[in-house]
C-alpha cells in the first residue's frame, strides 16, 4: 500500500464524508451542536478514523469484498483508535445491541455513498458493484 496514495484518497474524500455527517447541517443544528458539546467533536474524530480506515480498505484488499466486511472492519478499527472499549461505553444505551445495529446500517449507507462519490469522481481504485455491494480491488 502506498502511504501516498493513502494520503491522497484521504484527503480527497474526508471534507465530502464530513459534510454529509456534520450535525451543523441539520434542521436544528446549531441547538443539537450546542446540546451535543464535546459529543459532536467525538463524532468528527471517530468519522474521521472511519474514513481513514476505509481508503485503507481499499488499498489493502487483495479479493473481493462486501459492504458489510468493509463496514465491520471500518467500525472496528474507528472504535479501536478512538479508544473505546465495551466497559467504557455501558452508558450508551440500555439497549446498546440496537443502537450498534443502527450504527452499523447507517455506515454502511455511507459507505456506499463513499463508493458511488469516488467512483463518480474517477478516484475508486477497483470497482464497485453498488446493486451486490461488492467491492473488487484492482489489480496493481
Known amino acids: 500500500m502506498s502511504e501516498k496514495l493513502a494520503l491522497e484518497l484521504e484527503e480527497f474524500l474526508m471534507p465530502y464524508a464530513l459534510e454529509r455527517t456534520d450535525i451543523s447541517n441539520s434542521?436544528?443544528?446549531?441547538?443539537?451542536?450546542?446540546?451535543?458539546?464535546?459529543?459532536?467533536?467525538?463524532?468528527?474524530e471517530f468519522m474521521t478514523w472511519q474514513v481513514r480506515a476505509?481508503?485503507?480498505?481499499?488499498?489493502?484488499?487483495?479479493?473481493?469484498?462486501?459492504?458489510?466486511?468493509?463496514s465491520n472492519v471500518i467500525f472496528s478499527e474507528a472504535y479501536t483508535?478512538?479508544?473505546?472499549?465495551?466497559?467504557?461505553?455501558?452508558?450508551?444505551?440500555?439497549?446498546?445491541?440496537?443502537?450498534?445495529?443502527?450504527n452499523m446500517v447507517l455506515l454502511?449507507?455511507?459507505?456506499?455513498?463513499?463508493?458511488?462519490?469516488?467512483?463518480e469522481k474517477g478516484k475508486l481504485i477497483g470497482n464497485y458493484n453498488r446493486f451486490l455491494g461488492i467491492y473488487s480491488p484492482s489489480k496493481f
Do not use: C
Open 27 to 44: 434542521p436544528l443544528g446549531g441547538f443539537i451542536k450546542a446540546m451535543m458539546g464535546p459529543y459532536a467533536k467525538r463524532y468528527k
Open 54 to 70: 476505509f481508503v485503507r480498505v481499499l488499498l489493502n484488499a487483495d479479493r473481493d469484498l462486501t459492504l458489510e466486511q468493509i
Open 81 to 102: 483508535m478512538m479508544g473505546y472499549t465495551f466497559v467504557r461505553n455501558l452508558y450508551i444505551a440500555e439497549d446498546s445491541r440496537q443502537t450498534l445495529a443502527s
Open 108 to 119: 454502511r449507507a455511507e459507505i456506499h455513498n463513499w463508493f458511488l462519490f469516488l467512483e
